[in-house]
């Protein structure tokens, strides 16, 4: 079984502190030579300005394939395509394309009364332009407000409609999960190597899984125990670089190609499960300003 393609998920720094540690994981995971990767967008746009800035300084600094994050939160569609063109104009050709969460405080997402009303509509805008490729999300589980699994297996197969290149799902912890959605998407109809599994290394697990909550990601109560008997033994580490690694080891045996790390901008935990998958570096960046 030959290694998996790997690409990488980070958030823009909005103190010096995180700035140093976004610098210091794209360093040490930029040699793995990844497909490509992302840089998230704050809820409410909230990071519109640090986003831009961090994508277009990892694709100048280390010569990578970066993906912006882009939603419909809080911003006319001519801003929105205004942004959009901005990245297209510093040399960026993909796009992470999502309705995004609304601003906190919010409970639900409000469309913006000039803004684009959903993904699809955001989707179909930025295909129009013919500058990017476009990813979009997915969920192997209900999204908190979706009806059931068989809409977001429906809303999946309208952004491919819409001009979607591929889909990055939401992270799970059991790989029976993504591949039980992966089995409804061929169903619908949806090409099934178009969806790139999210996977999140678990650093923290009591943040992690206070996430996973409030996503609607189910959270097995074997994981709890699991870490629980981690901590007494101080092994948390170790439990989450093999949990992951074997999770990873399933799912290429059922055929996935490519995996999508949630790095939360730390390092050590993804490469190592990386290297644990045979992906080693392929380049060094020792000269990298």
């Known amino acids: 079984m030959s290694a998996p393609h790997v690409s990488f998920e980070f958030f823009p720094p909005k103190t010096l502190d995180a700035s140093f540690r976004l610098w210091e994981t794209v360093r040490m995971l930029a040699p793995l030579n990844p497909s490509f990767v992302s840089v998230t967008y704050g809820a409410g746009g909230t990071t519109r300005k640090l986003t831009h800035e961090a994508v277009t300084t990892i694709g100048k600094q280390f010569g990578l394939n970066v993906a912006a994050h882009l939603t ?8 929105t395509l205004e942004i959009a063109k901005s990245y297209a104009d510093a040399g960026l050709r993909e796009i992470v394309a999502l309705r995004g969460d609304p601003p906190k405080g919010e409970g639900r997402f409000t469309a913006h009364p000039d803004g684009f009303a959903n993904s699809i509509e955001l989707i179909e805008a930025l295909a129009a332009t013919g500058d990017f490729k476009l990813r979009v999300g997915a969920y192997p589980e209900p999204h908190p407000e979706a009806a059931d699994s068989a809409a977001d297996v429906q809303w999946l197969k309208r952004k491919f409609a819409a001009g979607a ?5 939401q992270f799970f912890f059991e790989p029976e999960t993504f591949l039980r ?5 061929v169903r619908e ?7 790139i599994p999210g996977i999140v290394p678990i650093e923290n697990w009591k943040g992690i899984r206070k996430f996973a909550l409030a996503t609607g990601t189910t959270v097995p109560a074997w994981l709890d125990d699991a870490f629980d008997k981690a901590a007494r033994d101080g092994r948390e580490e170790l439990l989450a670089t ?3 690694t074997e999770m990873c080891d399933a799912l290429m045996a059922e055929g996935v190609e490519d ?6 901008n730390r390092a050590h935990l993804t490469r190592d499960v990386c290297y644990a998958l045979g992906v080693t570096a392929q380049v060094q960046l020792e000269n990298v300003a």
């Open 165 to 169: 290149d591929s889909a990055i799902t």
């Open 242 to 244: 093999a949990l992951c």
């Open 72 to 79: 419909c939160v809080d911003a006319t569609r001519a801003e």
């Open 181 to 185: 959605f992966r089995d409804a998407c």
């Open 259 to 264: 995996l999508h790390f949630y790095t939360l």
């Open 189 to 195: 109809g949806i090409d099934g190597a178009k969806i």
